[in-house]
């Protein structure tokens, strides 16, 4: 009898403790469904949520910074609990997440930093200024500066000056690059370095061919040779590749691209010689971390976070949670993308 009573009772706890954990809703504001990477990132969380009994409010907004205020509005008039923020413009968030502040609705900002507010509680991303590094170091490997006499020309094509990961990213390989540039082993035909004149609106792919049309128009017509071209990503990539394929550049000798993100499109890039490398950051990796946050944030014990010191957001550190970026190219890209189950073999073949 004592055990019947006994199970009863666990029984009843269980079934309160889950009803409990299925009340507690995240809201997840996700930028655009129109990249690859966001669409898995989204599903990624969405399905990590779910699996461990969160109701998931899950929104893309487009690339239109007005949409997601107004998603994130709904989120919190919805009752959200927590709140996992993509941003678009990562500046114009201020007034809404004042409103979350006010209801208590702790905020992580994924992947890209939300700035000029404090109410922003955690950050998770991958090392961004790590990214830049690897592709300037590998433009730094690959056309050997280190050892060669003559020069090269390279060109330069950033991310959106709205996103604060886009300077991160621009800052570490310029950082890799600078002494080189500065001996003028690397020469930049157009002039244009400086961030401000790099910068790809809204990552557009169709903003970055058109701009590298025009460089090779003006810079490159006459047959000087172009070594290489560093693309923060690879959307922006996937648009200097197709201008400098419709420009006559010939795959024997293309110039190296630098990429990120390991688009489907991008590795078929690789595979076929066109683009040279590009950056896994493995978000299913990115998501975990944010579901651990999540579950530390709501059981009220300590959120794991392995930097305090980089991510200024205009008002204060935020504390972050960093993964690390991995290199990817045609020598690993079937080990990091296939075996790892992240893509089939097919995805990328056909
Ligand atoms: C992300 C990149 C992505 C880019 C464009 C950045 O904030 O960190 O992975 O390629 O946005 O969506």
Same mark, same amino acid.
């Given at each position: 009898m004592k055990k019947v009573l006994f199970v009863a009772? %666990?029984? #009843? %706890? %269980? +079934? %309160? @403790? @889950? #009803? +409990?954990? !299925?009340q507690v809703r995240v809201g997840v504001a996700m930028p655009t469904q129109s990249l690859q990477r966001w669409n898995q990132?989204? !599903?990624?969380m969405k399905a990590l949520l779910e699996d461990a009994g969160y109701v998931v409010d899950l929104q893309y907004a487009n690339n239109d910074t007005a949409l997601q205020v107004s998603q994130l509005e709904n989120m919190i008039l919805n009752g959200a609990d927590v709140l996992v923020i993509a941003s678009?413009?990562?500046s114009a968030m201020g007034g809404v997440l004042a409103? !979350?502040?006010d209801e208590g609705i702790p905020v992580i900002a994924y992947d890209r930093l939300i700035m000029e507010t404090d109410a922003v509680s955690y950050y998770a991303t991958f090392d961004n200024y790590m990214v830049g590094t690897i592709q300037g170091q590998y433009l730094v490997d690959v056309l050997e500066l280190e050892t060669r006499q003559d020069s090269v020309n390279i060109e330069i094509t950033g991310g959106s000056p709205d996103d604060n990961n886009a300077r991160f990213f621009y800052q570490g390989a310029i950082d890799v690059l600078a002494p080189y540039l500065e001996s003028g082993i690397v020469v930049v035909p157009s002039g244009q370095v400086e961030f401000e004149t790099i910068a790809t609106l809204a990552w557009s792919s169709e903003r970055a061919q058109s701009r590298m049309d025009n460089l090779i128009a003006a810079n490159y017509s006459d047959g000087t040779p172009l070594h290489a071209v560093l693309c923060s990503n690879d959307s922006t990539a996937l648009g200097v590749t197709n201008a400098l394929i419709n420009a006559g550049f010939e795959k024997d000798d293309f110039p190296y691209i630098t990429g990120q993100d390991c688009d489907i499109a991008n590795t078929k890039n690789i595979i076929a010689g066109y683009q040279s490398m590009s950056i896994f950051k493995d978000t299913r990796t990115l998501a975990a971390n944010v579901v651990t946050m999540i579950e530390a944030i709501i059981a009220g014990t300590d959120v794991p976070v392995n930097d305090t010191e980089t991510y200024f957001n205009g008002v204060y550190v935020v504390p972050t949670y960093l993964s690390a970026p991995v290199f990817a190219d045609i020598n690993n890209y079937e080990e990091l993308l296939i075996d790892s189950g992240y893509y089939t073999w097919e995805q990328l073949h056909n």
């Open positions: 009772v %666990l029984i #009843t %706890l %269980l +079934a %309160l @403790s @889950s #009803t +409990a954990m !299925a990132d989204g !599903a990624n678009i413009d990562g409103v !979350a502040k």
